[in-house]
């Protein structure tokens, strides 16, 4: 929680700010009830039905806060997509002045991740379907109780041989909104070499380490045990589902870069979403859900 002070340049600056900066200081108990009457006012599918995968996969995110990780995607798709990252440049959004650069040449060592921008990762071929494929939206307006809205999305590498964790590299829980969920695709293979995506088991339930900051691997085992914490591997292609108020972090590659694509999934907009559509709504996809991205 920033000071009085910060907090209120930062909510004159941005409104979505607000439920950003309180919601460390909120809790748990009470972010169930806050998320339970937003999405009461929320709007919902007319004669929803989920499937059965959909009820199942809601289910384990609920328990765990993880789902088991899904079939891949198919190749064919998977192709095209991460032809299109190489293809892209990334950057460094903490090291701005070192400019864009090819995804398998960061121009200094302490660069950790290379990002893609939200606009360049949704004008990614086949990003609209990625974002809103019927069993994922399935079980979004399961775990909200409303329709949900694509809020934060986002591609990144994570290079091999770095010694130092970094930003989303430690374990930490996000604040962007009182419930949401991420789906996460694995567009490189995924082993234990290439920096598997790690997550604390339960962890949604509990306000243990609620301090609004990274958090030490040894300070996760000691309050959650080692038992609780799952490496996430998994071919190109394959996927799963986090509520992210749970623990988690990406693992530091030893040998092998790793591409991730993230979908995050909320009642409301956050302060990381643009504050207005990057593109027009080319038509079939649900203008509630993809309202911050499409116009």
Same mark, same amino acid.
């Given at each position: ?96 002045? *070192?400019?864009? !650069?090819?995804? =398998? ?5 302490? %660069?950790?991740?290379? &990002? @893609?921008?939200? /606009? ?47 930003? *989303?590299?430690? !374990?930490?829980? =996000? ?5 949401? %969920?991420?789906?996460? &695709? @694995?567009?490189? /293979? ?106």
């Amino acid at each position: 929680m920033p000071s009085l002070k910060r907090f209120s340049e930062r909510a004159r600056t941005d409104p979505r700010h607000i439920a950003y900066d309180l919601l460390p200081v909120l809790g748990l108990p009470e972010r169930g009830g806050v998320s339970a009457m937003i999405a009461a006012l929320k709007p919902k599918t007319p004669d929803f039905a989920p499937s059965d995968t959909a009820r199942g996969l809601c289910q384990a995110l609920q328990q765990d806060g993880l789902t088991p990780v899904q079939p891949a995607i198919p190749g064919d798709v998977i192709n095209e997509v991460v032809d299109y990252f190489k293809a892209t440049p990334c950057h460094d959004p903490f090291r701005p002045q *070192v400019g864009t !650069f090819g995804w =398998d040449t960061p121009p200094a060592d302490e %660069i950790n991740m290379g &990002y @893609y921008t939200a /606009e360049e990762t949704l004008r990614a071929p086949h990003m609209l379907d990625l974002m809103n494929r019927p069993e994922v939206l399935q079980v979004m307006e399961l775990r909200l109780g409303c329709k949900p809205v694509v809020d934060n999305i986002g591609a990144f590498w994570s290079y091999p041989q770095r010694h130092t964790a970094k930003g *989303v590299q430690r !374990f930490h829980r =996000d604040y962007d909104c009182v419930q949401n %969920i991420k789906v996460f &695709y @694995y567009l490189t /293979e995924v082993d234990d070499d290439a920096g598997p995506h790690m997550f604390v088991r339960g962890s949604h339930h509990d306000r243990i380490l609620e301090t609004g900051k990274a958090q030490t691997d040894a300070a996760i085992t000691e309050a959650f045990g080692a038992d609780r914490i799952t490496a996430i591997t998994g071919p190109a292609g394959s996927w799963f589902l986090e509520d992210v108020y749970g623990f988690h972090k990406g693992q530091l590659p030893v040998n092998k870069p790793r591409l991730l694509l993230a979908i995050q999934y909320n009642l409301y907009a956050s302060p990381h979403c643009p504050k207005a559509p990057l593109m027009d709504n080319p038509g079939g996809y649900d203008p509630y859900i993809n309202r911050i991205f499409l116009r």
